[in-house]
Structures are given as structure tokens and as C-alpha cells.
């Protein structure tokens, strides 16, 4: 510890831009996992709010919600509890003069079933009448007000906004809570359909029909669209960089104790045990990545603060503690990688001449 | 009393034609309370020697004894203690660790042998007696070659050792400092019944010496005839 807090702090430009290197690379590994998990959080942040289990689609929908159409006929023999709930699902550009267009999903819920029952409003009442929507708090940023008229694809019919929610994302779009009816006018379907899909809490959740099949919620999110493609993306552009820091890093710590070799030899010479010198390295490299770490946790955490709303992101602390053990642990690994050199360091090197 | 017993030593460097004889059947003995110094020309061996006997370096046939226990048959572990409590080196170059201060190479060798070194008074004393009191809070860096040369004796002899072995340890200096240095090596050898080991090819140092041994394509001679010469 003697050794290496001492040699940072006579070099100390040298170890500031190792520690400052550190720190971008932590920083730029945070950001960019919270960015990822962001955006992958809102494909699915209506969903987890429902806190389901299953859900039950057409079988040849292909596991999307907005392409699934379930008759009457196909439930007749199947009892919903208060465990289940229809959701009619469809894609709409929600429009006000004045204001900005929204491509939103529209979701249209039975009012004394569970998800309109237990959706948690940032303001306004939850709908009551087939003409209310309850939206998602993307409106209000963009300047929508409780109380604004607003219109669905060409469709003259106006609806009453009446309440703001938060974080009711779907596939990346802001979500539109109304009445399933509405939902039915919108899809311009027949009489006889009556949902999209049927979402459970119940993880064993059955209907009698042939033509309908249970999905477990983690096959449904799956199958979202884009889904699985952008978060294999993800994660694969962040191994690489995880790879690819650390390699930079444990690099940088093997040709600080390179450099320290002639040092290293005079100290064996005067009878130093070598254990004293690795310790020396191995506490170094601990400190600076270390400290490196804190400086990036410190600036992730202002750019947490100072981040616009709009930008979707998500910092999901167990994962970035993994991260960042992961990165301690290259250190110790790049400084552990030169100690052979470090053991069989020949004093008669520096006694020559 | 024998300290340092240095037998038949060959050393070769290399193998097959390119093959060369550094020490030619090297005879050495040195006893505590003697300042000896072994006078030679540039590649002459006398580096090779003092690594040697301060066992950096195994010899090719010979053997060398440190207080009546042979080298050969030490642990590296029981070489590196040895070479902490019972040896001080003084190198020819690079004997410093860049980033420590003059001060902090002392507390770094107290930290590994935390008994038996000099005193902060004695400390202090060799300091001023080596001019180099002032000088505590500077890094090597800032430091003339004479000032560090003379720093790397102090930092070899506070561990009070039993021998010392100094390659070239006034190359930097001039005639004023050599007899400066000659003379606390002098002490040294006389008060705190040391063996002193000089190699050098300055001749300034010989009027400081019990024995005067000279090396020559790597054979030694006792040669105390330089000292009236
Ligand atoms: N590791 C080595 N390998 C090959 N030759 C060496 C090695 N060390 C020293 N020598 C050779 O041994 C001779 C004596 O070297 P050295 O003991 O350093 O002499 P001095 O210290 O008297 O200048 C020189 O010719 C040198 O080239
Ligand atoms: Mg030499």
C-alpha cells in the first residue's frame, strides 16, 4: 500500500489520466446498459404494470396481441374471474389541433375488470363513459391537458382525455387506455369479436377453446415486435464493449508494472520480499480502478439527474454493481497477469556496467 | 573473524564459442572490522564479483560462505532475508526508487525490517555526515548524481548491516565527497565492526583501505603494496 499510494502520488498526471480513463470507460459502460434497459423497459412497462402471468391469444395470431382476435363464441364455455381481464389492443395516431400527433397503442379495457381497476393515476379520474381515455404521461410532456378532445386515425369521433399515467409504455409507443367498446368501433370489427387477447394472473390460466392458446407472459414479451432483436443487440454491443474495456484496462495495469521492473529489480536486490512487491501492484491497480469506478458511478449518477424525461432510460442497480465488480476484478486480473515477471525479477539486471 | 568467504569461484557467461570467463579461480576472504577494496579496470569483473558474493548471482563452480553458511544451500527465501538484514548494497546506478522521497526510502525499508535499523538520531548523524540532511523531502529526480550516490549509501547502511558491498560507490563524486565517503566507510569497517566491500577503479579510495585486492581479466591478487605506492 506504501509503495503504490506513494507512486500516485508522484505521478500524479500519469495516474490521473489512467484513473480519468477508467472512469470514461465505467461511465460510457453505465450509460450505455442504462440507455439499453431503458428503451427495453418500454416495450413493456404497461405490461409489467399489470403484474400478469399469461395471456391467451388466437393461436394462429403468431403471438402478437394486435394481430389476435377472440369471438364470443370462443369464451362461451370459459369462466373469467377476477384474476382475468380482455384487452383489445390496435395501433392509433392520436391527433388535436394544435397539438402534436402521438402514434400510440390503444388499449381498451372492461371497467370492472382488473387492469382498469387497478390502474394507478398521475392525475384526472379513470374513465367512465366509452368516450374517456386515460393516457400516458408522453401526452402531457408533449403539451396535452386533461380535458383535451382528441381524435384516432380519420376517425371523426372525438374522445375526452381524463387522466395521466405514468410509465404505460407498449412496444416503444405511449398507451391509450379506453373503453373496449371504443376498441371495437376502432378495429371497425364485427359484433361477434369482443377482444384481443385475455391477460391472467393466473400462470395456469385455460380456455375450453381449441382456436385459443395460454402464453406465459415471458414467451408473450418475447414476441413482442423488435423485442428480442434489439435486446440481443444490446447485449451483444455491451459484452464487446465490457470485452473490450476490460482488455484496454487489464493492458494499461500490465505496462504500469512493466515500467516499475527496474524499480522492482533495486528492491529485490536490497532483499525486498517479493510479496511485498505484488502486493504493491495488486493494491495499485485495485486503487485506481477502484477509484475510477467511483468517479464514473458519481458522474452516471449526476447524468441520472440532469437526464430529460423524454430519454428513455433505466439504471438498474444489480446490474450495474455487476458491471462494476466485473471491472474490479479485471483489475485485479491485469495486475495478477505480470506478477510472474514480477517473481522472477533479476536484481543482477540493475548491477551490471 | 571471517564474514564473508568467497571459494574457487568461476564464473562464466555464455555457452560454446562465445563462451566467456568473467572470474578466473577467485580466492576472497573478508573479515568484520575491514574496509577492503578491489581496484579494476572497466569489464574486469568486478560487478560479476560483488553479485556474487552478495549472492545476486550463483557462481559457475566455487562456493561462497556468509558467516560460515554456504549460499548455495539457502532457500530464496532465506536469501532475501539475508540480503535484508545481514547485507547493504550499494549499487552502481538506479539505486533509488524515483517516487519515494529521501525520507520515504528509509520508512519503505522499515516497513519490511522493522528492527535493528539505525536510530532517527543515528540516522540524522550519517545524514549530516554525508551533507545530505537537507535534502529529506526530495525525490531522487530533483537530486545531483553525488547527492543520490550518497543517499544510496545511507540507505544501504541504515539497516546496520554486517556487510557491506558497494560497486563503484563514487563514480558521481568529486575528491572532497570521495574522502567524505572513504572515511564513513573507514568508521564504518572500524566502530561498527563491519564488513566493508568496495569495487571501484578510483584510486582516490585506496589510502581509506585495510586490503587493496586488484582484478585483472577477472584474476584477483591481494595487492597491499598500492596502498604505500
Ligand atoms: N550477464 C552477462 N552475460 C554475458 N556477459 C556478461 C554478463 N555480465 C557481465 N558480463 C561480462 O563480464 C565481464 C565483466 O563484467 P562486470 O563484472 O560488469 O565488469 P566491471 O563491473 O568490472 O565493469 C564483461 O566483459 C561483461 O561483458
Ligand atoms: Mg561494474
Known sequence: MFLSIKEIKKEKVRYGLIIGMIVLI????????????????????????????????????????????????????TKITSKEAYIGQTAVVAKKSGRTNESAQFLGLKDNQFIAKNLVLSSGHKVNKSDQVVVDDKF?????????????????????????????????????????????????????????AIVSKNANFKTANKQLKT????AFISKLPGYSAQNSTFTFMIAFLMIISLIVIAVFLYILTIQKIQNYAVLRAQGIPAKTLVGATISQSITLVVSGLLIGIMLTAITAIAMPAAVPISF??????????????TGLLGSLIPIRIILHVDPVSVIGG | MTTLQLNNINKYFGTGSSRVHVLKDVNFTAQKGELNLVIGPSGSGKSTFLTIAGGLQTP?????????????????????????????????????????????????????????????????????????????????????????????????????PDIVLADEPTAALDSERVA?????????????DTAVIVVTHDLRLIEFADNVYQIMDGQMTLNNNMKTA
Open chain 1, 26 to 77: 465505467c461511465y460510457l459502460i453505465f450509460i450505455l446498459t442504462s440507455l439499453a434497459m431503458g428503451l427495453a423497459q418500454q416495450n413493456t412497462d404497461a405490461i409489467d404494470s399489470w403484474n400478469i402471468s399469461s395471456v391467451v391469444l388466437d393461436k394462429d395470431s403468431n403471438t402478437s396481441m394486435t394481430q389476435s382476435m377472440i369471438t364470443k363464441d370462443e369464451v362461451k364455455k
Open chain 2, 180 to 192: 567524505e565517503v572513504g572515511k564513513i566507510f573507514q568508521t564504518l569497517a572500524r566502530e561498527q
Open chain 1, 215 to 218: 402464453y406465459s407472459i415471458s
Open chain 1, 316 to 329: 438498474n442497480i444489480p446490474i450495474l454493481s455487476a458491471i462494476g465488480i466485473g471491472l474490479v476484478l
Open chain 2, 60 to 160: 559457475s563452480t566455487g562456493n561462497v560462505e556468509l558467516e560460515g553458511k554456504a549460499v548455495k544451500s539457502m532457500s530464496n527465501r532465506q536469501r532475501d532475508a539475508m540480503r535484508l538484514n545481514k547485507i547493504g548494497f550499494v549499487l552502481q546506478a538506479h539505486n533509488l526508487i524515483p517516487y519515494l522521497t529521501v525520507k520515504e526510502q528509509f520508512q519503505l525499508v522499515k516497513k519490511v525490517k522493522k528492527e535493528h535499523n539505525l536510530t532517527n538520531l543515528s540516522l540524522d548523524v550519517l545524514l549530516k555526515q554525508l551533507d545530505i540532511e537537507e535534502l529529506q523531502n526530495k525525490y531522487p529526480g530533483e537530486l545531483s548524481g553525488g547527492q543520490n550516490q550518497r543517499v544510496a549509501i545511507a540507505r544501504a547502511l541504515y539497516t546496520r
Open chain 1, 140 to 196: 402531457q410532456t408533449d403539451g396535452y391537458k386533461i380535458g383535451d378532445k382528441i381524435q384516432f386515425n380519420s376517425n371523426n369521433k372525438k374522445y375526452t382525455i381524463v387522466g395521466f399515467t405514468k410509465n404505460a409504455k407498449l412496444n416503444i409507443a405511449p398507451v391509450v387506455y379506453g373503453n373496449i367498446s371504443t376498441w371495437k368501433t376502432l378495429k371497425n370489427g364485427n359484433s361477434q369479436v369482443i377482444a384481443s
